[in-house]
């Protein structure tokens, strides 16, 4: 079974500085999509970054990339210039490519981001 | 932008009563999802729905849960007798490729 590990229960960043969530997971299969998803106290599922395992080069957006080493099965978020929008709980997510079926979800236990002035 | 819809926001109800959970996904996806949340924990898959039959299950759905997709738009949740330990928040998602999110129901029952 695939299992996400998120080992950091809280973070803090400055505005305007950078911070990196960690992110580790673990499975036998090599081809799967992993996420990043944001959720405000809204408590909406807003997601952030994709990226495909077969895919070498890291996924970016705007403000957000992520460093994927598939050998270590390791995806972490970095922010860039945070804002205090950023303030969040986030939640990486893996699902595996499989095509006909409705492959699920299986989530990380969260980081709860403080951004700071 | 098209967007994945829920209703209600929030529903408040006695244990041991039916609720419906409404959910209308984004109208060219093919692959339903819900999810809970428990206040305070990890979003957890409960079901996947493709060609109009459930694709896959968790251990939390179990006989007191149904879905059903019941025209071409809307996507049902249904607890049939509901405990104290479904009070969470329940998220409907659907994809294309990357699964969109519905900005959830919370569900309390008293």
């Known amino acids: 079974a695939q299992t996400v590990t998120q080992s950091q229960p809280e973070m803090s960043v400055q505005e305007a500085e950078t911070v990196t969530l960690s992110c580790t997971y673990d499975?036998?299969?090599?081809?799967?999509?992993l996420f990043w998803y944001k959720q405000p106290p809204s408590r909406q599922m807003i997601l952030v970054i994709r990226?495909?395992?077969?895919?070498?080069q890291n996924a970016t957006e705007n403000r957000f990339s992520v460093n994927f080493q598939k050998a270590a099965k390791s995806f972490s978020l970095k922010i860039s210039d945070s804002q205090l929008g950023d303030a969040a709980m986030y939640f990486c997510?893996?699902?595996?490519?499989?095509?006909?079926?409705?492959?699920?979800?299986?989530f990380g236990t969260g980081t709860r981001l403080q951004v700071t002035l | 932008e098209p967007e994945v819809t829920q209703t209600p926001s929030h529903q408040v109800t006695q244990m041991g009563q039916e609720v419906i959970l409404r959910c209308v996904p984004i109208?060219?996806?093919?692959?339903f999802y819900w999810y809970r949340q428990i206040l305070g924990q990890k979003v957890e898959f409960l079901v996947s729905?493709?060609?109009?039959?459930?694709?896959?299950k968790s251990e939390i759905f179990d006989d007191q849960f149904s879905v059903e997709r019941p025209d071409g738009s809307n996507f049902t949740l249904k607890i049939r007798s509901t405990k104290l330990e479904d009070s969470a928040m329940y998220f409907c998602?659907?994809?294309?490729?990357?699964?969109?999110f519905g900005p959830g129901t919370r569900l309390t029952v008293l």
């Open positions: 998602a659907s994809r294309a490729g990357t699964q969109y």
């Open positions: 997510a893996y699902r595996l490519i499989n095509t006909g079926t409705a492959s699920k979800l299986t």
């Open positions: 729905f493709y060609n109009n039959e459930i694709s896959e």
């Open positions: 499975t036998s299969e090599s081809d799967y999509y």
């Open positions: 109208s060219n996806h093919l692959y």
């Open positions: 990226q495909e395992a077969y895919k070498q």
